[in-house]
């Protein structure tokens, strides 16, 4: 499976801007990663095929809204009030295990992964 990301750009504090993912096959979980410069890459929003399960990272709550189109094969960061921090390329991943263990699919335990696109957000 192939993940393109896109929809990265620079954006003004407080302001939003939606990321979009394509795969090029079904994908069972979805989710978006983001690396800032010079620091490791953590994990930003995950959800599973249904939307029945959806985590967050506590930097994104009520921020940040994941979804999915799985008619598109497609996963999507809406992403409201941003902040400077918020800047770095995202990654989105995706896996196929339907029994995968949340935990490890929020340290990055996903099989595929495109390459980032990157948010700058300017104060």
């Known amino acids: 499976v192939q993940l393109q990301a896109s929809g990265g750009g620079l954006v003004q504090a407080g302001g939003s801007l939606t990321l979009s993912c394509a795969a090029s096959?079904?994908?069972?979980?979805m989710g978006w990663f983001r690396q800032a410069l010079g620091k490791e890459r953590e994990f930003v929003a995950v959800?599973?095929?249904?939307?029945?399960?959806?985590y967050y990272a506590d930097s994104a709550k009520g921020r940040f809204t994941i979804s999915r189109d799985n008619a598109k094969n497609t996963v999507s960061l809406q992403m409201n009030s941003l902040k400077p921090e918020d800047t770095a390329v995202y990654y989105c991943?995706?896996?196929?295990?339907?029994?995968?263990?949340?935990?490890?699919?929020?340290?990055?335990?996903?099989?595929?992964w495109g390459k980032g696109t990157l948010v700058t957000v300017s104060s």
């Open positions: 991943a995706a896996d196929n295990d339907r029994s995968i263990i949340w935990t490890a699919a929020m340290s990055g335990a996903l099989d595929y």
């Open positions: 096959g079904r994908t069972y979980n």
């Open positions: 959800l599973n095929w249904s939307g029945g399960r959806e």
